[in-house]
């Protein structure tokens, strides 16, 4: 039962232009979501999260969406550089006992920036 | 500020033998969780550990298993290894898992091939 769900495996963008990578989850318990960045042999980089709370958040070019009654979240890449190429992981974080605050993953999203 | 350190960056194995995979946190940090990444199977999760007692696991057999030192080291171990066992482990670091913010700070990861 795959409760974070990136249903795109790949995105191809042009330079300049917006990508947005889309995230959905099943889980009414997860109350934190976050973006990871990962590129070839090396570890998921952080790259941006929100609370339940909200449902916007903004760093630079990066802005990340939450629909709660849809269950979704977006990241949306504005504008897209050739550095972006990387897969991208959408997770979100739920109490699971013990003091303990797990973090779910989606399967990851590839970007590729088209110069 | 260091990172979070892995080592060592890549192992071969052979079926049967086993593996011990170490994992030196952000200084501060006291929860440590481990994840496994296979190809298109995105980062299953494994365990977490906070101050030296395992907090969180995953679904994994009893093969895989992990500790904590006083020091916020961890170290994880397979035995019996498995063709299967083939992946990229990453271990993560947070404060405390808590509060917010939650975000885990990823090492690079160790490349396991089972031979």
């Known amino acids: 039962d795959q409760q974070v769900k990136q249903n795109s495996p790949s995105l191809s963008v042009q330079e300049g232009r917006i990508s947005i990578l889309n995230c959905d989850y099943t889980n009414s318990m997860f109350d934190y979501f976050l973006w990871y960045k990962k590129y070839p042999a090396e570890g998921p980089t952080f790259l941006i999260s929100i609370s339940s709370i909200k449902d916007k958040n903004e760093d630079g070019r990066f802005t990340v969406f939450l629909n709660k009654s849809a269950k979704h979240l977006s990241l949306h890449i504005v504008p897209s550089q050739p550095g972006d190429s990387a897969v991208y992981f959408c997770a979100a974080s739920a109490y699971s006992g013990a003091g303990s605050y797990q973090l779910t993953f989606g399967k990851g999203t590839k970007l590729s920036v088209i110069p | 500020k260091a990172g979070v350190t892995q080592t060592p960056r890549y192992l071969i194995k052979t079926r049967g033998q086993q593996v011990t995979l170490s994992c030196s946190p952000i200084s501060g940090h006291r929860s440590v969780s481990w994840y496994q990444q296979t190809p298109g199977q995105g980062l299953q999760f494994l365990f977490e550990?906070?101050?030296?007692?395992?907090?969180n696991k995953g679904n994994f057999p009893g093969r895989f298993s992990g500790r904590q030192f006083s020091n916020s080291r961890s170290e994880m171990n397979v035995s019996t290894l498995e063709l299967g066992d083939s992946a990229l482990y990453l271990c993560?670091?947070?404060?405390?898992?808590?509060?917010?913010?939650?975000?885990?700070?990823f090492g690079q990861g160790t490349r396991l091939t089972v031979v």
């Open positions: 550990y906070f101050s030296e007692t395992q907090r």
């Open positions: 993560a670091s947070s404060f405390d898992g808590r509060n917010l913010p939650r975000e885990a700070f």
